[in-house]
């Protein structure tokens, strides 16, 4: 039986698809503990028309992660209807275009490391093959590096590679579980953008090129970028 996670290069290529034909249909959206970044919560937010407040207290439940001790947000989920994606639909994914970063990359598996000499951010990545996926039987080849830019992961792992600094400061300067108003901040500056947008314009604070608060007329994607790196130089002296 092979194992199944496989290392794999971005000049590899592999054959997976998914349709709405295929045996396992859905099944991957069942059964399911399922992560979220912030720029997912971003996304996924915008895509409903939902603050991101209102997001969270829907669909989503918050923990403290055991290693980071940082908070993670999981999609809410209910056992008696098999623990599956709030956003799954008879004919499949209702947020497609906005599908969290993990189900793009899927069945990929992307492992991130940072030189500690040169700070620079190396990645690799595994194939996942699991039991209960038929996605790789007939389906066309193709590389890593194709997968990688037909599923728009790109714009997802930049991203998502922000918090890997954070979590790094966080480990060096401030291990362990953070007290309740660093943590109140860290999900209000990572996960809950709305709220944060607010905080900003009530203590005024500034975009450092600026010079004056323009938070209000950000991007949600800039004011993410500008949130992480503004958390983790108040919190734990980087960025």
């Known amino acids: 039986m092979p194992e199944p996670m496989q290392p794999i290069s971005e000049k590899d290529t592999f054959s997976f698809s998914c349709h709405c034909r295929i045996r396992c249909f859905n099944q991957c959206c069942r059964?399911?503990?399922?992560?979220?970044?912030?720029?997912?919560?971003l996304r996924l937010k915008n895509r409903l028309g939902l603050s991101s407040g209102k997001f969270l207290a829907k669909f989503t439940v918050q923990h403290i992660g055991p290693q980071s001790?940082?908070?993670?947000v999981t999609f809410r989920t209910d056992g008696a209807d098999g623990l599956k994606?709030?956003?799954?639909?008879?004919?499949?994914?209702?947020?497609?275009?906005?599908?969290?970063?993990?189900c793009r990359t899927y069945p990929l598996a992307r492992l991130v490391s940072r030189s500690r000499d040169t700070g620079a951010l190396s990645e690799r990545y595994m194939l996942l093959k699991e039991a209960h996926c038929f996605g790789f039987e007939g389906a066309r080849r193709q590389t890593v590096a194709e997968?990688?830019?037909?599923?728009?992961?790109?714009?997802y792992n930049a991203m998502n590679d922000r918090i890997l600094e954070l979590i790094r400061l966080k480990n060096r300067y401030a291990p362990g579980v953070p007290d309740v108003k660093s943590e109140d901040l860290l999900r209000s500056?990572?996960?809950?953008?709305d709220r944060f947008r607010r905080y900003a314009l009530e203590k005024r604070i500034c975009v450092p090129s600026?010079?004056?608060?323009d938070i209000e007329d950000m991007?949600?994607?800039?004011?993410?970028?500008?949130?992480?790196?503004w958390v983790q130089k108040k919190l734990f002296g980087g960025g």
Request: proline share 6%; charged share 20%; aromatic share 12%.
């Open 31 to 41: 059964d399911l503990t399922q992560f979220l970044t912030p720029y997912d919560i």
């Open 69 to 72: 001790g940082l908070p993670m």
């Open 85 to 102: 994606c709030p956003f799954v639909t008879e004919q499949g994914c209702g947020v497609y275009e906005d599908r969290p970063s993990s």
């Open 147 to 155: 997968w990688i830019e037909n599923q728009q992961i790109a714009e």
């Open 189 to 193: 500056a990572l996960y809950d953008i």
């Open 210 to 213: 600026s010079g004056d608060s």
């Open 219 to 229: 991007a949600d994607d800039e004011l993410l970028i500008f949130s992480v790196n």
